[in-house]
């Protein structure tokens, strides 16, 4: 049964990554992988109660993320039928493409460590639509986008979801981590950022044009604004909503796009339903991409499937026996993590150390942090920002492997030595 599972996800697998040669949606491939991993695993197990529990398990644990994803796409999609985003692009100021990719990039990393790297990653690349008209160079902001959401969410304990599970599960600290993984998260960020930067320079931004950047639409500038930052603040509150009621964010980001709908139908109830239509929360959820939510839920089934099966357990327990030293299987399971999600990868690893051998804030957790949540980068769909960004600029994973995986492999790899050299230094 293994074999065959392992067969299955590795074609399923390819069949994603080959999703332009093929012609065949990537979003079929991960499904038809999730069906037939679970199928595979139902007629094999002896327990068919156990399989269906631990089915209905995966699919609130990743409900959960789609959820969320759904409900940040439509406050992106409603706040840019508004021309809510004018509020941000007005104000930058730099003409030179290299100036705004550092510009782009700081903001990303600071951003994603107060939201997360998902809906970072969307909110960004959803700017990034108002300020470039070339495809060129909005796929090379979005790869750098996800980069630094990635380094961004690892260093805060509601950044990334693996660091959130090891703040949880009492593996770190909040503060030790942000003081811990700070740097080694800036180089991993800075030295892709600077690399991008250096090929631009000399570049001009070339803006859309006027019909392209400023739709026709029926709301005014204070309704722009109002919605904007509404919107915005929705976003915002989500990590502070999570923290005080201790619920899911998936029930902030509905909770907040409840109230954004709210607005919304006050704010233009007086207005004629053929002028207001395109503002409402009801067109906005007609223009979210479903394709990309549909791949997002059979991605994440087909890996909860191996999860289940013990198959990363058996993973990381292999690491421990041929390799033995920590850094270098942490370094390895990072690298993993590009392949497969890291959420179950440091599940496997939570569960396979025990605590009162590697303590509260033992290196093992925060060199764990970091390189869960840096090295998904690697590939476009090695983490959630990955994947929503793979999703809204249709980029292709081949061409990621080309132009991003090497910057953020560097990134990754010298982030990981200034942790250890750090560790070193202060213990």
């Avoid at 979003?27 to 992988?33: E, N, T």
């Avoid at 005014?220 to 909503?241: D, K, Q």
Wanted: aromatic share 10%; net charge negative; charged share 10%.
């Amino acid at each position: 049964m293994l074999t065959a599972l392992i067969v299955v996800f590795v074609v399923a697998y390819t069949a994603i990554a080959l999703e332009h040669p093929l012609k065949i949606n990537k979003s079929a491939s991960a499904l038809i992988g999730a069906g037939l991993l679970w199928t595979i695993y139902a007629l094999c197990a002896t327990d068919s109660h156990l399989v269906s529990e631990q089915l209905a398990e995966s699919l609130t644990s990743t409900a959960q993320i789609v959820f969320f994803l759904m409900g940040a796409m439509t406050i992106v999609e409603v706040i840019d039928a508004h021309n809510g985003f004018q509020v941000i692009t007005s104000r930058i100021r730099t003409s030179n493409l290299s100036s705004l990719a550092w510009l782009v990039g700081f903001v990303t990393f600071f951003l994603s460590a107060i939201l997360d790297n998902l809906t970072t990653t969307i909110v960004m690349i959803s700017l990034m639509r108002k300020l470039l008209a070339k495809d060129e160079d909005r796929l090379i902001f979005a790869g750098n986008i996800v980069i630094a959401a990635n380094s961004g969410g690892a260093w805060s304990p509601i950044g990334d979801v693996t660091t959130t599970m090891l703040w949880i599960g009492g593996q770190i600290t909040s503060i030790n981590i942000i003081k811990s993984l700070f740097l080694p998260a800036l180089v991993s960020m800075v030295v892709p950022l600077a690399l991008t930067a250096y090929a631009l320079r000399g570049r001009l931004i070339e803006a859309p044009t006027v019909s392209d950047s400023h739709r026709d639409t029926q709301a005014n500038p204070f309704e722009s604004s109002l919605t904007f930052f509404m919107g915005l603040g929705v976003l915002v509150a989500v990590p502070a909503f999570k923290t005080v009621t201790h619920l899911p964010p998936y029930m902030g980001v509905l909770f907040g796009l409840g109230l954004l709908w709210l607005m919304g139908d006050l704010l233009h109830r007086h207005k004629e339903d053929e002028f207001k239509h395109r503002l409402t929360l009801v067109h906005a959820l007609t223009r979210i991409d479903m394709s990309s939510i549909v791949f997002f839920l059979g991605i994440l089934l087909a890996v909860s499937a191996l999860e289940h099966t013990h198959i990363l357990t058996m993973l990381a327990q292999w690491l421990d026996a041929v390799i033995g030293r920590l850094d270098v299987i942490v370094l390895t399971l990072g690298m993993l993590s590009a392949i497969v999600d890291n959420v179950p990868l440091v599940a496997a690893s939570m569960g396979m150390y025990e605590m009162a051998q590697f303590p509260t804030d033992h290196f093992l957790w925060e060199f764990l942090a970091y390189c869960a949540g840096t090295g998904g980068s690697i590939l476009i769909i090695g983490s959630a920002a990955g994947v929503a960004a793979m999703g809204l600029e249709k980029i292709n994973f081949f061409w990621y492997v080309k132009n991003i995986s090497p910057l953020a492999v560097v990134g990754y790899l010298l982030g990981a030595g200034v942790y250890i050299l750090q560790y070193e230094w202060l213990h």
